[in-house]
């Protein structure tokens, strides 16, 4: 079918074989994360592995919409496996990253990639087209390289024999030509050494962040891969697809001639400006926005100095305390290069200045922190802080067991220290869930909160994010905002099939937050992600177009464009409800792999902080504004003071996992749910494992 | 090939040095043309034969581009039904690690007046096409797949893309810029050329490419490499000069 490479490439690193898996074989599930989902089930026979298991199975997959002129959908590459991060078990999780891998792996040939085993010694991968090769990292002397230094290396050995910029044959005489440089995904000195909190790293701050992937890659003495290809991709309707992202172009996008805002937010409509949380904001100096390989609308940017370039987001947000706006954009750029998780940098940096703070970095249960609090701030502490994590020791090469402790993540060091309850009940260590940290406040927007809570990472999804910024923006502004919560509320729920309409599910009041109301919300965004976002790959910084201030209506394109898309590419016709619906299936599949993997009802707590206390400090927005209804009435309310009830919460478990057709005694996945979803072979393995649910 | 080797080439086939016979070619050209509107006047000069100005061009803003690809995407879309960026006439390249803004390139066919693709060509496959405003395109019909266009383009990357082409049964074929005038996929009935509308600047989501009719000065890169940014650019952060 057109939008496939049509095979799926499978590495054994134990045996150094490479094979091919049919793309037919799981297209039914549409691509990216349905589809490695499905893969990693068929592979992983015993799901109880640790991450760090040679069995683990780390798949890397695009999506038919991938290297195509869709919108904000064309460079993404999905990411599983079970993970090595979240505690006290590691869960099968996801990750993603933008770039141009995905186009590569597409052009080359390949719809992703499945790698099984563990190499013998460190070695690397080379994919030029057809042409697959498990390379050893020696006579490049890959392994220790930081991640820029690892791409640039390779960039030179495929490129050997042409320069950049020039046609080359990667592939030989024989091959097709391209000018393009290799997309690498890599891991640094913190793969390598297995820290926790590694990532993936691809150009120069694309990154799977969570889930620990970079650490899985070093646990398999997989370096990095490479691929290059001068192949294309078959389109089944070109004039439709060219048509309907001109069409979005024209009538949901930004208007450069006609700029409403200027600066870059969490929609489809944002102009390309960085979206950077640099304490002190932007560089003032020249830079271009950078956008991945076909988005209509660029988040980052390359700067005159190179530093930060292509940083956002998170890793902008780390060492907020920098004593310069150079020192703050260098630190992105270290976390980039050591490929270190950028939300857990934050966060756990924080943990550990609190605890010096506080005198408590010198009591009995911690280890000899090597680190010079009197240098907080400046290049040289931060320097030291990034190397301690990436390399297990005292950032100098010295053996530190300080060091050793946090590279295995800040949770399971308090566990160490003896100090995990208390200091996550006290909210100092801002990690509620599943040892992950927090990102977005649970405690108001819990739809965030919940949805993290009954999956396996922080969703990171910020598809109902943007509200409370427009709210800030406009109050900031002294204006009123574009719209009115309850005209956000009725456009929003109008998209949200198959519970459409039912505006209480955006509803963000006391009374309504454990309702059968936000169960749906918290229902449909799993559904949402899992397919559209997660499955399709559109990107989760463009999409969905719910609210849309280019149109007269203000309505956005959500639930019309995506099908367009699909159909123009492939061929197919599926609707917007379809995609719910796949996305539901993969998360039951999803669910299911967790419950094998040991989850129960039980678990699925937050830490005893979020009942109990109302936030230590706030998160990006201080006091945001959600829409609620109060007294009947709607409008925007702030609700980042409050606590959540823990038996509420418990009831609203019940909730939601009624609405799943799931065991509300145990969450565990039944016969009757799974079945109708085409996953009656997942019931019949939970059944064999004694975890299929009754009722 | 290497710069060295494909200079050779272009002595032997030239018998003089193929650079200071354009650059003598060029230093006539530009006090004349530059800023003027010649469309549709031949262009004569004593070394060549004559072959009249296209009527369109390619202009880009290298400082303006998010290097997200998107010409090169819908360049390949339009013209040959797929995606692939090996396929596109518009070349994006760029590298993350450089500062800006030797980041990035943009190379697009340059239709050039004096056009070495145009006079290499054996079959006359590659011609000013009289029927689309004298833009230098392939009729693949002609062409026999042999690659002296793309030797003869004295640009890195070459212009000229020579693959294999599965209409023709795998047969090498040229590919150029036509400006869309013969783009077999075309999405909008007025079609392209330089009466119509291209690919790469409709799509472009900043403004960085841009369609013109008057012939840009044939010196270096200046007058293709342009200035596009406005005072809306500058409001979004970025540098206007």
């Not at chain 1, 999905?78 to 078990?89: D, L, R």
């Not at chain 1, 090769?133 to 220790?144: E, F, H, Y």
């Not at chain 1, 440089?181 to 590694?198: C, D, F, H, K, M």
């Not at chain 1, 678990?603 to 109302?614: G, P, S």
Request: proline share 5%; charged share 25%.
């Amino acid at each position: 079918m057109n939008g496939y490479a049509g095979k799926i490439l499978r590495l054994n690193l134990t045996e150094r074989k490479v094979d091919t898996i049919p793309t037919s074989k799981y297209q039914h599930w549409m691509g990216g994360h349905g589809m490695g989902s499905a893969i990693f089930f068929d592979l992983v026979k015993d799901k109880t592995i640790d991450g760090f298991h040679p069995a683990n199975v780390v798949t890397m997959m695009t999506s038919p919409l991938s290297a195509t002129l869709v919108p904000a959908a064309s460079g993404r590459t999905e990411v599983q496996g079970i993970g090595v991060q979240s505690y006290p078990i590691g869960w099968f999780t996801r990750s993603n990253l933008g770039g141009r891998f995905s186009g590569m792996l597409k052009f080359a040939g390949w719809d992703g990639v499945v790698i099984q085993g563990k190499a013998d010694k460190p070695v690397w991968i080379d994919i030029r087209d057809g042409d697959v090769r498990i390379r050893d990292c020696a006579p490049l002397s890959l392994w220790g390289k930081e991640t820029w230094d690892c791409q640039e290396t390779i960039w030179d050995y495929v490129l050997s024999g042409g320069k950049p910029g020039d046609w080359n044959s990667p592939s030989g005489k024989e091959g097709g030509n391209t000018t393009q440089r290799p997309a690498v995904v890599t891991i640094g000195p913190a793969g390598e050494n297995q820290s926790r909190l590694a990532c993936l790293i691809h150009d120069a701050s694309n990154a799977a962040g969570q889930g620990g992937f970079g650490a899985i890659f070093g646990s398999k003495n997989l370096k990095a891969i490479s691929v290059i290809g001068t192949g294309h991709v078959g389109i089944n309707n070109p004039k439709m697809l060219m048509a309907t992202r001109l069409w979005q172009k024209e009538n949901y996008a930004f208007d450069l001639a006609h700029l409403r805002e200027t600066w870059g937010s969490f929609q489809f409509q944002s102009p390309p400006a960085p979206i950077v949380e640099w304490k002190k904001g932007r560089p003032k100096i020249d830079q271009r926005p950078q956008a991945c390989l076909g988005c209509h609308s660029g988040c980052r940017a390359r700067y005159k100095d190179a530093s930060g370039s292509e940083a956002s987001c998170m890793s902008t947000s780390f060492y907020g305390d920098a004593l310069s706006l150079d020192i703050q954009r260098s630190a992105s750029d270290l976390i980039n290069r050591y490929g270190l998780n950028a939300c857990e940098m934050v966060f756990g940096l924080v943990y550990i200045r609190i605890l010096q703070m506080f005198g408590q970095l010198k009591t009995a249960n911690i280890p000899n922190c090597p680190l010079d609090f009197s240098k907080y701030g400046s290049k040289e502490f931060v320097g030291q802080f990034v190397k301690m994590i990436a390399y297990g020791n005292d950032g100098k090469g010295n053996e530190s067991q300080f060091g050793q402790d946090i590279s295995g993540g800040f949770v399971r060091a308090a566990e160490k220290w003896g100090r995990r309850k208390r200091d996550l009940d006290s909210g100092i260590l801002a990690f509620p869930y599943w040892g992950i940290p927090v990102h977005k406040e649970p405690r108001a927007q819990v739809y965030w909160g919940y949805g993290t809570l009954l999956g396996d990472r922080d969703i990171n999804e910020h598809d109902f994010d943007w509200i409370k910024w427009e709210y800030g923006q406009a109050k900031a502004q002294g204006k009123r905002p574009a719209l009115t919560a309850e005209e956000v509320v009725k456009i929003i729920a109008d998209k949200m099939v198959p519970f459409q309409g039912d505006l209480d599910m955006l509803n963000f009041s006391e009374n309504n937050i454990y309702s059968e109301h936000m169960a749906k919300m918290v229902s449909w965004q799993r559904y949402y992600t899992r397919f559209w976002k997660q499955s399709m790959l559109f990107c989760d910084s463009r999409w969905p177009d719910f609210v849309n201030i280019h149109r007269p209506d203000k309505i956005g394109s959500t639930g019309v464009a995506e099908p367009r898309y699909i159909k123009a590419v492939t061929g197919k016709d599926f609707s917007f409800l379809d995609g719910i619906n796949l996305g539901r299936k993969i998360w039951n599949l999803d669910h299911a792999i967790w419950t094998l993997q040991g989850r129960h009802r039980d678990m699925v707590h937050f830490a005893d902080n979020i009942y109990k206390k109302r936030p230590l400090y706030p998160l990006d927005v201080p006091n945001a504004h959600l829409p609620g209804k109060e007294n009947g009435k709607w409008d925007y309310y702030g609700y980042s003071k409050r606590t959540l009830d823990r038996d509420k919460f418990d009831e609203f478990k019940t909730r939601f996992y009624r609405l799943q057709g799931w065991d509300t005694a145990t969450g565990y996945p039944t016969r009757a749910a799974l079945e109708p979803l085409g996953l009656g072979y997942v019931a019949d393995e939970l059944e064999k494992k004694g975890k299929l649910g009754s009722k | 090939m290497n710069e060295s080797s494909n200079q050779a080439d272009q002595n032997d086939r030239f018998g003089v040095s193929r650079r200071r016979f354009l650059q003598a070619s060029r230093n006539v050209a530009v006090g004349t043309v530059v800023g003027s509107t010649l469309s549709g006047i031949l262009w004569l000069d004593n070394a060549v034969a004559a072959i009249p100005a296209s009527e369109g061009y390619l202009l880009v803003d290298t400082k303006k581009c998010q290097g997200c690809a998107s010409c090169m995407l819908a360049c390949s879309l339009v013209h040959e039904g797929v995606e692939s960026l090996s396929l596109s006439r518009i070349q994006v390249m760029q590298n993350s690690f450089e500062s800006f803004p030797d980041d990035l390139t943009i190379e697009q066919c340059r239709q050039c007046m004096d056009p070495p693709c145009v006079k290499e060509c054996p079959t006359s496959a590659l011609k000013a096409d009289a029927k689309h405003g004298n833009v230098r395109m392939v009729d693949k019909e002609e062409c026999i797949g042999c690659g002296k266009c793309y030797d003869a383009c004295p640009y890195t990357p070459s212009r000229p893309v020579v693959v294999a082409d599965k209409n023709y049964g795998g047969e090498v074929k040229s590919r150029k810029c036509d400006l869309c005038a013969k783009a077999s996929f075309h999405w909008d009935k007025a079609g392209g050329g330089p009466d119509g509308k291209r690919a790469c600047v409709e799509v472009c989501p900043v403004g960085a490419i841009r369609f013109t009719k008057k012939i840009p000065s044939q010196k270096g890169d200046a007058g293709y490499k342009v200035d596009l940014r406005d005072r809306n650019w500058g409001k979004l952060g970025y540098p206007t000069n």
